[in-house]
């Protein structure tokens, strides 16, 4: 307890190990209130869905192919466009193999990268901050809400890259130091969970550079061995690519990979930063002004511990300072990127661990250098500040664990019934536009096809979110068109008809 113990000196220790088993005890459980969520309430969105296709191809012998409805509808190998990595993706084949449900498989596995996301923070934090800044950097990972964009990281368990990610990336930054060939095997595998994961690479690369001492020799052989490790998962991948594939068909691939990764797969937007940076304030679930009071608290302390020339915590806060410029200093810049949080969250839930350990290592620094040395008690400066981020932090999370059991429009129980009503009607396709469609189709195992991709329309249509309309606005609005007078049902806010009626 010797983190805690700084910062409560002349404090019985019995309080402080009290106080910290009941702060560990809050986290365990507002971490298990954030699973519970993703396996009865939280909708199964289009992403999700569709990487959720290529496990379900896998299981079912086809390949690591999605059933391609972004590309021409048609099944398609090393989708591009699924930018969530085999590591992510490979392991949900394993229960769907056994027979689970799609959804609970894919939940399942990310209910596990989650437990390690939270084990990594608590590592980072620990390592700067003691046992209380390990504590903190979970806190930090919990409360960071990033369901309030129309791309978003809804809980702990999507089926998505992001978390994954920034889980292998705070392993990465634990053993940048001690072992440079084991984080960049970690930063490897983080870029195989999701490709932008290769952000976080130019800002470890040169901390660790410049943390390897004077000697050459000794530089440049910790950055090969981070470098020569950090290319091994990349290698394994492309090279079982080129053999599924052929020559000719993975250069075009890899060519649309490029493309896809430099755009982000997105265009025509026009996003100020000053947006993005307002939705990055909003994440945390506090007033703005909180947050920025929080951020201007922390820059002080750091100058004040900085001041002190402690040369791990410069370090950290080097680190910490290149890869929020690389993550979301990109998402700021790139205006033709959408304001989606979802972006830059690995990046943001990496450095956000990561100076929470420093600002608890900062909090103990300063604290223990001032008046408390000759009083033996802790300055009330330094509680004062701790209690309010604790209180803080405390709200952050509450508000994210109350954002997940009450979301916005669908749930996964209304997709369910949904799927069940269309697999009672006849036609081995559903149709319609990107969204919606694509969980039902995967819910009700038929391929989903976007309205346009081919002339044939047989099947069964879904439309476009219609809620609380009647029969003669649902023939206005063009079901009638797409599936013959009279044969329009409305349910769970869907419009599902069959061709053939």
């Known amino acids: 307890m010797s983190g805690l113990k700084s910062t409560t000196r002349g404090l019985p220790s019995s309080f402080g190990s009290i106080a910290y088993l009941v702060c560990i005890c809050v986290l365990i459980a507002s971490f298990v209130a954030l699973l519970v969520p993703g396996f009865a309430i939280t909708r199964l969105w289009e992403d999700?869905?569709?990487n959720l296709s290529v496990p379900l191809s896998v299981a079912r012998g086809d390949g690591y192919s999605s059933f391609g409805v972004l590309i021409g509808s048609v099944p398609?190998?090393?989708?591009?466009?699924?930018?969530?990595?085999?590591?992510?993706?490979?392991p949900i084949a394993v229960p769907l193999l056994l027979g689970v449900d799609p959804v609970l498989a894919g939940r399942g596995v990310m209910a596990a990268f989650a437990v390690l996301l939270a084990v990594a923070a608590f590592a980072v934090g620990r390592q700067h901050g003691g046992r209380w800044g390990g504590a903190a950097a979970v806190g930090v990972v919990l409360a960071f809400n990033g369901g309030i964009t129309d791309s978003p990281v809804q809980g702990l368990t999507d089926v998505l890259g992001e978390m994954p990610a920034a889980a292998f990336t705070l392993l990465a930054i634990r053993f940048l130091r001690?072992?440079?060939?084991?984080?960049?095997?970690?930063?490897?595998?983080?870029?195989?969970c999701k490709n932008l994961a290769v952000l976080s690479v130019p800002a470890l690369l040169v901390v660790l550079v410049i943390t390897m001492g004077p000697q050459l020799r000794r530089r440049l052989l910790a950055a090969g061995g981070f470098i020569g490790t950090t290319i091994i998962p990349t290698t394994l991948f492309e090279s079982a690519k080129l053999i599924a594939l052929?020559?000719?068909a993975y250069v075009t691939s890899t060519r649309d990979s490029y493309y896809f990764l430099r755009s982000g797969g997105q265009s025509g937007f026009d996003s100020p930063p000053l947006d993005k940076v307002r939705t990055l304030l909003a994440a945390w679930g506090l007033p703005i002004v909180v947050v920025l009071l929080l951020v201007v608290g922390l820059v002080v302390l750091s100058l004040l511990d900085l001041r002190t020339g402690a040369g791990t915590s410069a370090t950290g806060w080097l680190l910490a300072a290149l890869l929020f410029g690389s993550w979301v200093g990109w998402w700021l810049v790139s205006i033709h990127q959408p304001v989606w949080i979802r972006h830059p969250s690995p990046g943001v839930l990496a450095v956000g661990a990561l100076v929470a350990g420093l600002g608890v290592g900062a909090l103990r620094a300063v604290g223990s250098r001032g008046p408390a040395i000759r009083t033996n008690r802790p300055p009330s400066l330094v509680i004062l500040a701790g209690?309010?981020?604790?209180?803080?932090?405390?709200?952050?999370?509450?508000?994210?664990?109350?954002?997940?059991?009450?979301?916005?429009?669908?749930?996964?129980?209304?997709?369910?019934?949904?799927?069940?009503?269309?697999?009672?009607?006849?036609?081995?396709?559903?149709?319609?536009?990107?969204?919606?469609?694509?969980?039902?189709a995967l819910l009700a195992d038929r391929p989903p096809v976007l309205a346009g991709d081919d002339e044939d329309t047989?099947?069964?249509?879904?439309?476009?979110?219609?809620?609380?309309?009647?029969?003669?606005?649902?023939?206005?609005?063009?079901?009638?068109?797409?599936?013959?007078?009279?044969?329009?049902?409305?349910?769970?806010?869907?419009?599902?008809?069959?061709?053939?009626?």
Do not use: K
């Open 48 to 50: 999700e869905a569709y």
């Open 76 to 90: 398609t190998s090393f989708d591009f466009r699924i930018s969530t990595g085999p590591v992510v993706l490979l």
């Open 387 to 440: 209690t309010l981020a604790l209180v803080a932090l405390g709200w952050s999370i509450g508000a994210r664990v109350a954002f997940a059991y009450h979301p916005v429009g669908e749930t996964l129980a209304d997709q369910r019934t949904a799927a069940a009503l269309v697999d009672g009607l006849p036609g081995d396709r559903i149709r319609g536009d990107w969204g919606p469609m694509v969980p039902i």
């Open 246 to 248: 052929g020559r000719s």
């Open 178 to 192: 001690s072992r440079p060939w084991l984080a960049g095997l970690f930063v490897g595998i983080a870029i195989q």
């Open 458 to 501: 047989s099947g069964i249509w879904l439309l476009p979110v219609w809620r609380d309309l009647d029969r003669e606005e649902l023939a206005r609005a063009g079901a009638d068109r797409a599936c013959g007078a009279g044969s329009a049902m409305l349910a769970d806010g869907y419009v599902y008809c069959s061709a053939s009626n």
